[in-house]
């Protein structure tokens, strides 16, 4: 990146030597991340490692601590936004574990939030037609049932069909950044392949999209400009595709050991 | 359907989150302070009743002097006591003096009042599809859509009015559900009801619009204590809605309402409540203590009366609609969600005594409580040797906003019949972190977050409420909690 060049050109995320806490606990120990738009990045690594912790705290989760490092997205502090500025900045997080929401109507729910994004991008609001339209049109993507959505959110919804809820969520509030939380998990090879395309339909030159993933499996679908490896709160190891295939091959020990080495 | 239906709103009071809290500036005529027997002969005589009507009043009257103002203890609420002798007991708007008028004669200042709590009467202005029982301290001061409700034969008229022209069907119904002994408040109000609406729908007959009553305290130091009589003739239908404010006041002010409801073979009756009396300030100071009996005797075979309450307002609630299921086949509902916050206190739920075969029975009871507030719900399903196959469902659940406020549930059931059903669920839930944090991601404000929550806790309730009756209790929840979530 050229150094004295305005926020045009700056990534769209810069994470410097991040460290984060809960209570006692240090979760995250000095990550360094920079995502430019255009761009696709996968994050793996074992259980337990911190790739949810990291994902939340860019949504800005408040159970969580930065006590050291910053993050920048598009050039402004990103931690001192709110969690609702970030989402309606175009940040989006797909969760691992979609939260249920007794007796709200996904259907409000998703027009409550594609109306506050949009007013705070400028736009006007939809009317119900416009809204039912591209509600219509996205659904499609990621095959939802209509009668779905007159369900309460995430409400007795099956594994896969939360997974396909976050999908849609993503495709109407249209973000910057995406990050998708193992959306991939718990998913049948039909619903893998729905998900997946439509993540890729998502990717343009104006977006990037960070992936949490532990298969490789849909990044056949989504092909990656980078593979991170996430263990004990530090990224131990990025390379490009071939670095998830090797991972699916031989596991994380090899890593491990290197990086004890 | 119609545009118009909201029924209150922003009134220009502004420095305060109680936005129905202004006061009308009328002459009123006011009886002296404390009661006794010439109190009750005088209103009798305001109200130019018959020689029964009075005869009935004093019995109340004399039943409640043995009582010694002992009120019921046993609900979960404190207040200190309250001196009977220091109230009012009738208030008039002086213009009102004989009574309900017509349009054109009404003080203009109450029709703005009214205009403002979002309930205009004069005729061009008037709530479509909803028919307005106006009353105003202890009168009624307007009934709209008379006119159209004669042609289907539907009698909707103040209580006043059907005691003078009606004398036949309320000599025969007043009473017979909440008896003048009943309980303490009911006793008392038996003495000294001052007003109240009036509804008979004739055999056969669908009630065309929505009838609704909306009370309205104005004078300082005054109780209200209305008398509400709706009969359900065989075959017929009526949907009935009930709002209510009153002025800020720093002193608590009695509200002790009797409603009696009569549904006769297949006829049907709903009843939806708003509540939203004034609470009192965040500390505590002043308030409603809405002291209420609700009744409904679902009388005849295959009759069914349902309960619907928001109860948002008031100090102290203190209040359980409840149905006698006497006919056979007949059916009770109660749907309620009440919220407290702040200092109020709520002890409300109802009462189902089974009586007829295979009557059935659904208490769906929600209550929100936030601040230092305390809810319970206080439910009765009784089923007695008659009822055979009778079924009851219940299920309370509470929603605690907060770490200061409490909820409890007191579930009282007597079976004395071996072929009842009854299910009973509760649950007890607070608005979670990951719930907040999951629409805060999808960019709503924590305000519209807890909001969404609650309207979604509240839902199944809401949609027993007439359409525009439903946004009108959203924005309620609203008002109620602003500053407490977010
Ligand atoms: N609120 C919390 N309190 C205590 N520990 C926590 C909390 N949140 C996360 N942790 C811990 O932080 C570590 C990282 O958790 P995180 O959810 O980020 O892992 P992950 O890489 O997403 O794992 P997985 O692949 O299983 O989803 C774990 O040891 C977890 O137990
Ligand atoms: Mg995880």
Same mark, same amino acid.
Not at chain 1, 13 to 19: A, C, I, K, Q, W
Not at chain 1, 192 to 216: C, M, N, W
């Given at each position: 990146?050229?150094?004295?060049?305005?926020?045009?050109?700056?990534?769209?995320?810069?994470?410097?030597?991040?460290?984060?806490?809960?209570?006692?606990?240090?979760?995250?120990?000095?990550?360094?991340?920079?995502?430019?738009?255009?761009?696709?990045?996968?994050?793996?690594?074992?259980?337990?490692?911190?790739?949810?912790?990291?994902?939340?705290?860019?949504?800005?989760?408040?159970?969580?601590?930065?006590?050291?490092?910053?993050?920048?997205?598009?050039?402004?502090?990103?931690?001192?936004?709110? #969690?609702?500025?970030?989402?309606?900045?175009?940040?989006?997080?797909?969760?691992?574990?979609?939260?249920?929401?007794?007796?709200?109507?996904?259907?409000?729910?998703?027009?409550?939030?594609?109306?506050?994004?949009?007013?705070?991008?400028?736009?006007?609001?939809?009317?119900?037609?416009?809204?039912?339209?591209?509600?219509?049109?996205?659904?499609?993507?990621?095959?939802?049932?209509?009668?779905?959505?007159?369900?309460?959110?995430?409400?007795?919804?099956?594994?896969?069909?939360?997974?396909?809820?976050?999908?849609?969520?993503?495709?109407?509030?249209?973000?910057?950044?995406?990050?998708?939380?193992?959306?991939?998990?718990?998913?049948?090879?039909?619903?893998?392949?729905?998900?997946?395309?439509?993540?890729?339909?998502?990717?343009? #030159?104006?977006?990037?999209?960070?992936?949490?993933?532990?298969?490789?499996?849909?990044?056949?679908?989504?092909? #990656?400009?980078?593979?991170?490896?996430?263990?004990?709160?530090?990224?131990?190891?990025?390379?490009?595709?071939?670095?998830?295939?090797?991972?699916?091959?031989?596991?994380?020990?090899?890593?491990?050991?290197?990086?004890?080495? | 359907?119609?545009?118009?239906?909201?029924?209150?709103?922003?009134?220009?009071?502004?420095?305060?989150?109680?936005?129905?809290?202004?006061?009308?500036?009328?002459?009123?005529?006011?009886?002296?302070?404390?009661?006794?027997?010439?109190?009750?002969?005088?209103?009798?005589?305001?109200?130019?009743?018959?020689?029964?009507?009075?005869?009935?009043?004093?019995?109340?009257?004399?039943?409640?002097?043995?009582?010694?103002?002992?009120?019921?203890?046993?609900?979960?609420?404190?207040?200190?006591?309250?001196?009977?002798?220091?109230?009012?007991?009738?208030?008039?708007?002086?213009?009102?003096?004989?009574?309900?008028?017509?349009?054109?004669?009404?003080?203009?200042?109450?029709?703005?009042?009214?205009?403002?709590?979002?309930?205009?009467?004069?005729?061009?202005?008037?709530?479509?599809?909803?028919?307005?029982?106006?009353?105003?301290?202890?009168?009624?001061?307007?009934?709209?859509?008379?006119?159209?409700?004669?042609?289907?034969?539907?009698?909707?008229?103040?209580?006043?009015?059907?005691?003078?022209?009606?004398?036949?069907?309320?000599?025969?119904?007043?009473?017979?559900?909440?008896?003048?002994?009943?309980?303490?408040?009911?006793?008392?109000?038996?003495?000294?009801?001052?007003?109240?609406?009036?509804?008979?729908?004739?055999?056969?007959?669908?009630?065309?619009?929505?009838?609704?009553?909306?009370?309205?305290?104005?004078?300082?130091?005054?109780?209200?204590?209305?008398?509400?009589?709706?009969?359900?003739?065989?075959?017929?239908?009526?949907?009935?809605?009930?709002?209510?404010?009153?002025?800020?006041?720093?002193?608590?002010?009695?509200?002790?309402?009797?409603?009696?409801?009569?549904?006769?073979?297949?006829?049907?009756?709903?009843?939806?409540?708003?509540?939203?009396?004034?609470?009192?300030?965040?500390?505590?100071?002043?308030?409603?203590?809405?002291?209420?009996?609700?009744?409904?005797?679902?009388?005849?075979?295959?009759?069914?009366?349902?309960?619907?309450?928001?109860?948002?307002?008031?100090?102290?609630?203190?209040?359980?609609?409840?149905?006698?299921?006497?006919?056979?086949?007949?059916?009770?509902?109660?749907?309620?969600?009440?919220?407290?916050?702040?200092?109020?206190?709520?002890?409300?739920?109802?009462?189902?005594?089974?009586?007829?075969?295979?009557?059935?029975?659904?208490?769906?009871?929600?209550?929100?409580?936030?601040?230092?507030?305390?809810?319970?719900?206080?439910?009765?399903?009784?089923?007695?040797?008659?009822?055979?196959?009778?079924?009851?469902?219940?299920?309370?659940?509470?929603?605690?906003?907060?770490?200061?406020?409490?909820?409890?549930?007191?579930?009282?059931?007597?079976?004395?019949?071996?072929?009842?059903?009854?299910?009973?669920?509760?649950?007890?839930?607070?608005?979670?972190?990951?719930?907040?944090?999951?629409?805060?991601?999808?960019?709503?404000?924590?305000?519209?977050?807890?909001?969404?929550?609650?309207?979604?806790?509240?839902?199944?309730?809401?949609?027993?409420?007439?359409?525009?009756?439903?946004?009108?209790?959203?924005?309620?929840?609203?008002?109620?909690?602003?500053?407490?979530?977010?």
């Amino acid at each position: 990146m050229a150094e004295s060049d305005t926020d045009k050109n700056a990534p769209l995320l810069d994470v410097r030597d991040l460290h984060v806490s809960v209570g006692e606990t240090d979760i995250l120990k000095g990550i360094d991340l920079t995502v430019s738009v255009g761009e696709v990045h996968a994050i793996m690594g074992p259980n337990g490692s911190g790739k949810s912790t990291l994902a939340s705290v860019l949504a800005g989760r408040p159970e969580f601590t930065v006590t050291h490092g910053k993050v920048l997205y598009g050039g402004q502090n990103l931690l001192a936004m709110l #969690p609702e500025e970030r989402a309606r900045e175009g940040i989006f997080l797909a969760f691992q574990y979609p939260v249920e929401l007794a007796g709200v109507r996904t259907w409000q729910f998703l027009r409550a939030s594609v109306d506050a994004v949009r007013r705070h991008r400028g736009l006007k609001e939809l009317s119900i037609r416009e809204f039912d339209k591209l509600l219509d049109e996205k659904r499609e993507v990621v095959k939802i049932d209509p009668e779905m959505l007159k369900r309460s959110v995430n409400e007795g919804f099956s594994g896969g069909e939360k997974k396909r809820n976050e999908v849609l969520q993503m495709a109407m509030l249209d973000p910057t950044l995406a990050v998708l939380d193992e959306t991939d998990s718990g998913l049948d090879i039909d619903a893998l392949k729905i998900v997946a395309e439509g993540v890729d339909r998502f990717r343009s #030159p104006s977006k990037a999209i960070i992936l949490v993933t532990h298969y490789q499996r849909i990044l056949n679908y989504i092909s #990656p400009d980078r593979v991170h490896v996430l263990m004990d709160g530090r990224i131990v190891r990025s390379g490009d595709r071939e670095l998830a295939l090797e991972l699916e091959k031989k596991g994380y020990d090899w890593i491990r050991e290197s990086v004890a080495a | 359907m119609t545009e118009q239906r909201v029924i209150s709103r922003k009134t220009g009071v502004e420095d305060t989150d109680y936005k129905w809290g202004f006061e009308l500036d009328i002459e009123s005529d006011i009886a002296p302070r404390g009661l006794n027997e010439d109190i009750v002969r005088l209103i009798s005589a305001k109200k130019r009743e018959p020689e029964w009507m009075l005869e009935w009043r004093l019995k109340a009257y004399r039943h409640w002097l043995k009582l010694g103002s002992e009120e019921p203890k046993w609900a979960n609420v404190k207040f200190p006591p309250i001196d009977y002798q220091d109230m009012i007991y009738y208030a008039a708007p002086r213009s009102q003096a004989d009574g309900p008028k017509s349009l054109d004669e009404i003080d203009p200042e109450i029709l703005e009042g009214f205009n403002k709590l979002g309930i205009p009467l004069e005729e061009q202005k008037k709530l479509s599809g909803v028919a307005v029982d106006a009353v105003l301290d202890s009168v009624s001061v307007a009934t709209t859509y008379q006119e159209m409700l004669k042609k289907v034969g539907v009698i909707f008229c103040s209580m006043s009015e059907a005691v003078k022209n009606h004398p036949e069907l309320v000599q025969k119904y007043i009473g017979s559900v909440v008896p003048y002994s009943d309980n303490f408040y009911a006793t008392l109000n038996s003495a000294v009801f001052s007003d109240g609406s009036f509804c008979y729908v004739p055999p056969g007959v669908r009630c065309p619009i929505e009838l609704m009553t909306y009370f309205r305290i104005n004078e300082m130091d005054t109780g209200q204590f209305e008398r509400t009589l709706i009969i359900a003739d065989k075959g017929s239908y009526v949907s009935y809605l009930e709002g209510c404010t009153a002025p800020m006041r720093k002193t608590h002010q009695l509200h002790a309402a009797v409603v009696e409801l009569v549904a006769l073979d297949d006829a049907e009756i709903k009843y939806s409540t708003l509540q939203n009396w004034y609470p009192g300030d965040k500390d505590g100071n002043g308030g409603v203590y809405n002291f209420v009996t609700k009744r409904g005797k679902a009388q005849g075979r295959g009759s069914k009366i349902s309960w619907t309450q928001v109860e948002t307002g008031s100090a102290i609630t203190w209040k359980y609609p409840s149905v006698i299921l006497q006919g056979d086949d007949s059916v009770g509902e109660f749907y309620s969600v009440a919220l407290v916050n702040n200092h109020q206190q709520a002890d409300t739920g109802t009462k189902m005594t089974h009586i007829g075969k295979n009557t059935r029975s659904t208490i769906i009871a929600k209550g929100i409580s936030a601040g230092k507030a305390n809810n319970t719900y206080r439910g009765q399903v009784k089923i007695m040797p008659t009822a055979n196959g009778a079924r009851n469902f219940t299920q309370c659940d509470s929603l605690l906003i907060g770490d200061e406020c409490g909820a409890h549930t007191v579930p009282y059931i007597e079976v004395r019949n071996p072929t009842a059903q009854l299910e009973h669920e509760a649950t007890t839930s607070k608005v979670s972190d990951d719930q907040l944090f999951y629409l805060q991601q999808r960019g709503l404000s924590l305000e519209e977050s807890n909001y969404m929550i609650i309207n979604g806790f509240c839902r199944g309730i809401f949609k027993e409420l007439p359409f525009e009756f439903a946004a009108e209790a959203s924005q309620l929840m609203r008002v109620s909690l602003e500053g407490t979530v977010g």
